[in-house]
């Protein structure tokens, strides 16, 4: 079992950039695929970005593709979101969630793990 603590949300203008990260504690962090998922007031939960447990796949929604690049560190049981370029639209409560598929995976079926969330606004 793996526990999940986001932290680094905030307000920021538009155009600017935030990052946000989540601490992992429990047993072996990474052999965790790691997501990302946002929700907005209002819409359902989706899918941003995930890493492979080997940092070789990464996978973003084409919402943020571009945007954001997600990162881990196995040493540090930690996962980054680098949110770059940020619009309105990118407002939301952000998620980290860990999966024990080989593979990134858009569905929030395969996340089994999941952060309380931390609120990000971008004021237009």
């Known amino acids: 079992q793996v526990q999940l603590r986001e932290s680094g949300g905030g307000l920021v203008q538009a155009g600017g950039s935030l990052s946000v990260s989540c601490a992992a504690s429990g047993r072996s962090f990474s052999s965790y695929t790691m997501g990302w998922f946002r929700q907005a007031p209002g819409k359902e939960r989706e899918f941003a970005a995930g890493?492979?447990?080997?940092?070789?796949?990464?996978y973003y929604a084409d919402s943020v593709k571009g945007r954001f690049t997600i990162s881990r560190d196995n040493a540090k049981n930690t996962v980054y979101l680098q949110m770059n370029s940020l619009k309105p639209e990118d407002t939301a409560i952000y998620y980290c969630a860990a999966s024990t598929t080989s593979l990134p995976m858009r569905a929030i079926r395969f996340y089994a793990y999941w952060g309380q969330g931390t609120q990000v606004t971008v004021s237009s």
């Open positions: 890493i492979s447990w080997t940092t070789d796949n990464t």
